[in-house]
């Protein structure tokens, strides 16, 4: 069975620019959650989806944006790209956002 | 702001050596996961503890929460290189795993 899988793996931006970060959860699973980790940290909380609503939302500025599809995939937007955005971005999905969570091997997003 | 403080941050020994990695916070903790992640990888699941003085077994590492439950330990039994990885403590909000929080990481090498 396939895992979480994210694309791209990896990615170069310039500051200013807008990227869109990608996440097909496990099949069944109907939650998705996005974390940023930067060199040297854990895994920041950023958005929870489940059933393609909101269900949580850490403390990240109003540039990033997040949005879960019919299918349960789920799309991370982050607009106005700024050097400290630099990190891996990790995908989790889980049945429903209550139970164990399975990660995606990450995005790493660069931004120049 | 980090809830969870993990020690130490880094550590290097010998393949055969004996390690205990901490996990600490000065709030109750209704359930705590403990995750590894290898470079370029994300975390995966190694064990939860929910009740307090809780003693979890996986092969050689050995998982302990505090009967407080303020803390918790992950002990490896003589390493191996295959134990490399970041080992990280995470907690659920609202005794779910709803917004994972995570400790830095204690970043282990296990030298052949």
């Known amino acids: 069975d396939a895992g979480v899988t994210q694309s791209p793996t990896h990615l170069i931006k310039t500051r200013g620019q807008q990227v869109t970060l990608r996440c097909s959860p496990i099949?069944?699973?109907?939650?998705v959650s996005w974390y940023q980790q930067v060199l040297g940290q854990g895994p920041q909380f950023i958005f929870q989806?489940?059933?393609?609503?909101?269900?949580g939302r850490g403390n990240f500025p109003d540039r990033f944006s997040a949005r879960q599809f019919p299918n349960y995939s789920s799309e991370l937007n982050v607009n106005a790209l700024l050097l400290g955005d630099s990190a891996l971005y990790l995908c989790?999905?889980?049945?429903?956002?209550?139970?164990?969570?399975?990660f995606g091997q990450g995005t790493r997003l660069t931004v120049v | 702001t980090q809830l969870l403080e993990q020690s130490p941050q880094f550590l290097s020994i010998q393949e055969g050596e004996n390690l205990t990695v901490y996990c600490n916070s000065s709030?109750?903790?209704?359930?705590l996961q403990w995750y590894r992640q290898e470079p370029g990888e994300g975390p995966v699941l190694l064990v939860t503890?929910?009740?307090?003085?809780e003693v979890k077994k996986l092969k050689r590492l050995t998982f302990q929460f505090g009967d407080a439950r303020k803390d918790s330990s992950l002990h490896i039994t003589a390493a191996q290189p295959g134990d490399t990885g970041l080992y990280l403590c995470?907690?659920?909000?609202?005794?779910?795993?709803?917004?994972?929080?995570f400790g830095k990481g204690t970043l282990l090498t296990v030298n052949p």
């Open positions: 995470a907690r659920g909000g609202g005794g779910s795993n709803y917004k994972l929080t």
């Open positions: 989790a999905s889980s049945l429903t956002g209550r139970t164990e969570a399975f």
């Open positions: 989806y489940y059933e393609k609503e909101e269900r």
């Open positions: 709030s109750v903790f209704s359930s």
């Open positions: 503890v929910v009740t307090g003085g």
């Open positions: 099949s069944g699973h109907k939650s």
